[in-house]
């Protein structure tokens, strides 16, 4: 495994995400396997790519903006569920986008 965390780690440094291992030592030797998979199955060029792309583009539509009216998923009957997720499933076969803010709490 040193070599998988020698690799691991020289990517991360490429990347300014070294942070990733910050804990890395406090981990049993099946869950540090986990993460060094994981870190080394991340794209991290083509995540710099998508990045540096979302700064190009125009923002003009901005202004299109407006709040969606509240809507609690649990009371949806099943057909306005589907109306909802038919909406949605056109709007990304147009590639276009939607921002959804969402708040609310745990429950345990």
């Known amino acids: 495994m040193d070599e998988i965390l020698i690799k691991a780690k ?5 990347y300014n995400q070294e ?8 981990l049993n030797e099946s869950q540090k396997k986990l993460l060094l998979e994981q870190i080394l199955s991340i794209n ?5 790519s ?12 901005l202004n299109n903006i ?14 306005t569920s589907y109306f909802y997720i038919d909406i949605g499933n056109k ?3 147009q590639n276009k986008f939607a921002v959804v ?3 609310g709490r745990a429950r345990y």
């Open 10 to 14: 020289s990517i991360l440094k490429k």
């Open 44 to 48: 991290f060029e083509e995540i710099v």
């Open 50 to 61: 998508l990045y540096e792309h979302s700064m190009e583009e125009s923002f003009e539509d």
């Open 101 to 103: 803010t969402m708040a």
């Open 66 to 79: 407006s709040p969606l009216p509240y809507i609690d998923k649990s009371k949806l009957n099943y057909d």
């Open 91 to 93: 709007i990304i076969e």
């Open 19 to 26: 942070h990733l291992l910050f804990f890395y030592d406090e």
